[in-house]
């Protein structure tokens, strides 16, 4: 495995969750990591816990170099700075992580199609897919000056099955393709592109919503197959740290999987098996 010493990387969506877990982790390998998402110091979006300075913060206290850059991916000028800003200070690009979900702002409600809301499309797919979409749209040609580079998109996948949620599991497969179609277009360029999906993850807003934290979350019964957010930064890690990265593009892949493959295990040791619907 290769050191991610002197490597630059993207983490969109990196106030918390998954995000913020994928960033740290790529600064403990050394990367130079940069995190965008729109919670600040201080101006936090809807009282959600975390913000992209929290996560930059935890970066240089691992080891690597975390740069926290606000931006709202629904805003095209302000993606496109952000590639400009990155192009600027470093001069290129080596890793993308596509995280940012614009979701959570409604939750993920249950219930037929007919009875949701059409704010759901405009949260999973402007706020999430197009996005992810834009942001490879103006980091790809920093990206392609590279010998190698990769792209992840973070999503939620098993196997094809339906995730009992019309609108996520909508966006979540786009997510799959999307990944899968660029693979294609970026072989010839030595640009690996792959979705990662995690399993049930206790991120902050998970916790929070169980009434549980970090240290007691063993008492809820419904988080015993749970994650922690770590366990799939450490997949996403293993990825970027993998000299034969593409052999793997193009396609979907789980946490619990990688963990098997690649050796490491969550932040309390154990290895959890890939998760199933």
């Known amino acids: 495995m290769k050191s991610l010493r002197g490597k630059v990387a993207l983490v969109t969506g990196g106030s918390r969750g998954a995000g913020r877990a994928i960033a740290i982790e790529l600064g403990k390998a050394g990367a130079t990591v940069y995190v965008t998402g729109r919670s600040t110091k201080g101006n936090a979006t809807q009282n959600f816990p975390g913000t992209i300075d929290?996560?930059?913060?935890q970066i240089d206290e691992a080891g690597g170099a975390g740069n926290a850059v606000r931006c709202d991916h629904t805003n095209d000028s302000e993606t496109e700075a952000v590639i400009r800003q990155i192009r600027d200070e470093q001069g290129k690009?080596?890793?993308?992580?596509?995280?940012?979900?614009?979701a959570h702002d409604i939750g993920v409600n249950p219930g037929a199609f007919w009875e949701q809301s059409l704010e759901n499309?405009?949260?999973?797919?402007?706020?999430g897919v197009r996005a992810q979409l834009a942001?490879?749209?103006f980091a790809i040609p920093l990206l392609?000056?590279?010998k190698e580079a990769l792209i992840v998109h973070t999503t939620f996948w098993d196997e094809g099955k339906y995730t009992g949620q019309f609108y996520y599991d909508l966006a979540k497969n786009a997510l799959v393709r999307m990944a899968y179609g660029l693979s294609k277009e970026l072989k010839e360029d030595g640009i690996a592109v792959i979705a990662v999906s995690p399993g049930?993850?206790?991120?902050e807003l998970v916790?929070?919503?169980?009434?549980?934290?970090e240290d007691n979350w063993q008492e809820s019964e419904d988080l015993k197959p749970s994650e922690t957010p770590y366990y799939v930064g450490r997949a996403i890690t293993a990825l970027a740290e993998d000299p034969e990265v593409m052999r793997k593009t193009g396609q979907v892949l789980?946490?619990?999987d990688m963990a098997k493959e690649y050796g490491f295990t969550d932040v309390d040791g154990r290895y959890i098996p890939p998760f199933t619907l």
């Open 54 to 57: 929290d996560t930059a913060a």
């Open 93 to 102: 690009l080596d890793i993308l992580i596509n995280n940012v979900w614009g």
């Open 121 to 127: 499309w405009d949260t999973m797919f402007t706020a």
């Open 135 to 137: 942001t490879n749209h």
């Open 144 to 146: 392609r000056e590279n």
């Open 200 to 203: 049930f993850m206790r991120t």
């Open 207 to 213: 916790l929070e919503h169980m009434g549980v934290n």
């Open 254 to 256: 789980k946490a619990g």
